[in-house]
């Protein structure tokens, strides 16, 4: 039963290729702008749909609330301090090569934060992953099911920021592929975890998504409303976030 949960978090880990394969056959602009504003969406739907409900759920005490705001905090706190190491370009849109350099460096700071966000969010949901299979195998499915397609759009994502910079993207891939694997066999070896962990975990967690969703992804998409692309990925979001509601 662990090989075959784990076999299947490594399916939901390969999901990102796909949005990286997208990103390399189609070549346009807009593809950068749909990819930027549909992850925005996407990192909205996980957070209000599955993240934030289930701290609600699992917070029952004044002890516990007090534990979920210092966690949040601890998580936005953790992705402002790596902010203010990685090169951050401000940039006007203007079509001067200066500017479309900026353009990119920007892509990048807003594509490393979000990659960063993506495999801490990846382990631990690799953890929780791993306690919803042991529980029922047809929940593990389609949980895996929903985790993949949500996986594909922040893989365009994450490719798009990243194309115009010489890194090793074999390396990034294989973080994303394996990170959910790696937390379902952290889940395997700590067991059954307990609620204030647990809470914890969720809350740095959704702290980190919130930082990145609305500071990085959802500032640019919004300073960007204009952009061919923005609103298509905004739509296309939106049709996700209703269908993970369902």
Not at 217 to 232: A, H, Q, R, V
Request: net charge negative; aromatic share 8%.
């Amino acid at each position: 039963m662990t090989i075959i949960v784990l076999l299947l978090s490594l399916l939901m880990g390969l999901s990102f290729i796909v949005g990286s394969f997208l990103t390399k056959k189609i070549k346009s602009k807009a593809l950068s702008y749909f990819s930027l504003s549909l992850a925005f969406m996407i990192f909205m739907a996980v957070l209000f749909t599955d993240i934030v409900p289930e701290i609600v759920e699992q917070t029952t005490t004044y002890n516990q609330l007090c534990l979920v705001i210092c966690s949040i905090i601890f998580g936005i706190g953790i992705l402002f301090i790596i902010d203010l190491f990685v090169p951050h370009h401000h940039h006007e849109h203007e079509h001067n090569d200066e500017n479309k350099t900026e353009h990119k460096k920007h892509l990048y700071h807003i594509g490393l934060l979000t990659l960063i966000s993506v495999l801490m969010h990846n382990m631990f949901e690799g953890i929780a992953f791993y306690a919803i299979a042991m529980a029922s195998i047809k929940s593990a499915l389609i949980a895996a099911g929903g985790i993949a397609l949500h996986n594909i759009p922040l893989g365009i994502e994450i490719s798009t920021s990243f194309k115009n910079k010489k890194d090793n993207a074999l390396l990034r891939n294989m973080l994303l592929i394996l990170s959910g694997t790696v937390g379902a066999f952290i889940g395997f070896l700590i067991g059954e975890l307990n609620t204030t962990l647990n809470i914890c975990i969720l809350s740095v967690t959704c702290g980190m998504m919130l930082y990145t969703g609305l500071i990085e992804l959802g500032s640019e998409t919004i300073k960007d409303i204009k952009e061919k692309g923005i609103i298509e990925g905004l739509l296309v979001g939106a049709i996700i976030f209703v269908l993970m509601i369902m």
